[in-house]
C-alpha cells in the first residue's frame, strides 16, 4: 500500500491550506490515518489522527481548534484543513498509517506519504 500526500505550498499567517493524503490499496476499519509533522532540526511529532472506521479523531495541542482531520472512505483519502496557520505550522508534513492504539507514536506507522512541505510567512 501506497499513501500520496499532496497540498503543501507557501501562505502566509493567518491563511488556510488543506492537505489530501490518498492511499493506493483499501484501507480497512481497524486502521489508524495520522498525519506528522517535521520542522527543520526537529522531530517528528504528532499532528492528528482518525480511526477509519468509527471517524474518532485526535489533535495535538498545538492545532486543536485550527486543524481538522477527515476522511472519505470511498475516496481512501484522508484530510488535513489547517485554518490559522501561524509560522510554527512549517514542516514537512506526512500522511501514515497503523493499526496501533499507540497511534501518536510515529514509530508505530507502517506506511508513510512522501511529505509535503508547508510554508507559512509571518
Known amino acids: 500500500v501506497q499513501l500520496q500526500a499532496s497540498g503543501g505550498g507557501l501562505v502566509q499567517a493567518g491563511g488556510s491550506l488543506r492537505l489530501s493524503c490518498t492511499s493506493s490499496?483499501?484501507?480497512?476499519?481497524?486502521?489508524?490515518m495520522g498525519w506528522f509533522r517535521q520542522a527543520p532540526g526537529k522531530e517528528r511529532e504528532f499532528v492528528a489522527a482518525?480511526?477509519?472506521?468509527?471517524?474518532?479523531?485526535y489533535y495535538a495541542d498545538s492545532v486543536k481548534g485550527r486543524f481538522t482531520i477527515s476522511r472519505d472512505k470511498g475516496e481512501n483519502t484522508v484530510y488535513l484543513q489547517m485554518n490559522s496557520l501561524k509560522s510554527e505550522d512549517t514542516a514537512v508534513y506526512y500522511c501514515?498509517?497503523?493499526?496501533?492504539?499507540?497511534?501518536?507514536?510515529?514509530?508505530?506507522?507502517?506506511?508513510w506519504g512522501q511529505g509535503t512541505q508547508v510554508t507559512v510567512s509571518s
Open positions: 501514515g498509517k497503523t493499526s496501533s492504539s499507540s497511534f501518536k507514536m510515529w514509530g508505530e506507522y507502517v506506511s
Open positions: 482518525i480511526r477509519w472506521g468509527v471517524g474518532d479523531t
Open positions: 490499496g483499501r484501507v480497512f476499519s481497524s486502521s489508524v
